[in-house]
């Protein structure tokens, strides 16, 4: 079972009729997949809604649409006003709770690091791990141990233990944490040579980024 997520059906299409449902406090969007007929017209509660995006954006849901079945669903992407930040609509993709989905899972650093008693400051260069697993065994975030990691050490992705049944779809070598030295302590070649190795591991986190987008990586599969 996800996480229930109430909606109701919507006529609303007009900008006009659009913008009286937001100043509602609702959120247009739209349930689609391959288990129904067409694309769902759907409106839910902003308050609701925030919060679950800032602690659950990649969890399974459970929605009733009324007429209808409860169904699985994932958040597949979230439309934010440019200016405001406020969502303007969301999309939930219906899933196969039987079949594995590609999706991300939150990453959270646990622990004092041994650097940062010695003064070190943590750096978390990637804030999600891209993953696959079926639906009912997809964890909520997953937690790296800090604890071991002395001043100028990194955590790669191959590092990182996941739960059975979880398959690990990022770089393998990409950085995810790293322990810088205490900038007072530094001279201006070393601060140098730190600000180089800092910007070559954000590098490496991006060009990973960059290919996914180009294999077509990051969607959820039905």
Same mark, same amino acid.
């Given at each position: 079972m996800g996480i229930p997520l109430t909606v109701e059906t919507r006529t609303t299409r007009t900008k006009r009729e659009i913008r009286e449902l937001r100043s509602q406090g609702k959120v247009p969007g739209v349930v689609y997949g391959p288990n129904l007929a067409a694309p769902t017209p759907i409106a839910l509660a902003e308050r609701e809604l925030l919060p679950l995006l800032r602690t659950h954006p990649n969890a399974v849901l459970t929605v009733s649409i009324p007429g209808g079945l409860s169904e699985s669903v994932v958040i597949s992407e979230v439309q934010r006003d440019p200016l405001t930040h406020h969502v303007v609509h969301i999309d939930l993709h219906q899933i196969n709770m039987n079949k594995k989905l590609r999706t991300h899972v939150r990453l959270e650093a646990a622990g004092d690091s041994k650097g940062e008693r010695e003064g070190g400051i943590l750096q978390l260069l990637a804030h999600e791990?891209?993953?696959?697993?079926?639906?009912?065994?997809?964890?909520?975030?997953?937690?790296?141990? !800090? *604890?071991? =990691?002395?001043?100028?050490?990194? /955590?790669?992705?191959?590092?990182?233990?996941?739960? @059975?049944?979880?398959?690990?779809?990022?770089?393998?070598?990409?950085?995810? !944490? *790293?322990? =810088?030295?205490?900038?007072?302590? /530094?001279?201006?070649?070393?601060?140098?040579?730190? @600000?180089?190795?800092?910007?070559?591991?954000?590098s490496r986190s991006k060009h990973a980024k960059m290919e996914e987008v180009k294999t077509g990586v990051g969607g959820q599969d039905a």
């Open positions: 791990l891209e993953i696959e697993c079926l639906p009912d065994q997809l964890p909520e975030v997953i937690k790296l141990d !800090v *604890t071991s =990691l002395g001043v100028g050490e990194n /955590l790669l992705v191959r590092d990182i233990p996941v739960p @059975a049944g979880v398959t690990v779809r990022s770089d393998a070598e990409q950085v995810v !944490v *790293t322990i =810088l030295a205490p900038q007072l302590e /530094l001279s201006e070649e070393e601060a140098e040579a730190q @600000a180089v190795e800092l910007h070559e591991a954000e």
